[in-house]
């Protein structure tokens, strides 16, 4: 990467990645959400499992807590596999922002699960508005990382992998 200090990102770039990743994420949520529901009838089709009176298989997994668990593994692993390899989801990657601790290593998973657990949907962002932040989300100050915007030639060597 260049040796040019790099901005942090404000919040309409964040929310134009968030928008991205809402799509993208919602996509993957889609495809977990029908596996789940075709593990389901495969096991109540081979009687491993009996819904009850009057309940259907949607309502089966609305209530079950392996389906619920199952979503939030897939929603959680998705955020991490990208920003631990990387910094850069899809959206992230289109709008040349980049995350990335303070002291400039790679994203630990403590870090990455405290950016989901104090990001509230987007909601953290708004303190990157506050002067006195200087341009830190709620995630961002929690899990001790920033947000900054990569020059177009750092952003087209960052790969999946998390390598220049």
Request: with cysteine; hydrophobic share 50%.
């Amino acid at each position: 990467m260049s040796e040019v200090k790099l901005e942090r990102a404000g919040l309409i770039r964040r929310i134009g990645a968030w928008v991205y990743d809402a799509l993208v994420i919602t996509a993957i949520m889609l495809l977990a959400s029908g596996l789940g529901i075709l593990f389901i009838h495969l096991l109540n089709s081979t009687a491993l499992i009996e819904f009850e009176a009057g309940q259907d298989l949607a309502e089966y997994a609305r209530t079950n807590l392996f389906y619920q668990a199952w979503l939030a593994l897939c929603f959680f692993s998705f955020y991490i596999w990208f920003w631990r390899r990387g910094g850069q989801t899809a959206g992230l990657k289109t709008w040349r922002l980049q995350i990335r601790s303070l002291n400039g290593q790679p994203l630990t998973h403590i870090q990455c699960l405290l950016r989901l657990a104090f990001s509230f949907f987007g909601l953290g962002n708004l303190l990157v508005l506050l002067p006195p932040f200087k341009k830190r989300a709620l995630q961002d100050i929690a899990s001790g990382t920033e947000v900054i915007v990569l020059s177009k030639e750092d952003n087209k060597h960052v790969n999946w992998k998390g390598y220049m």
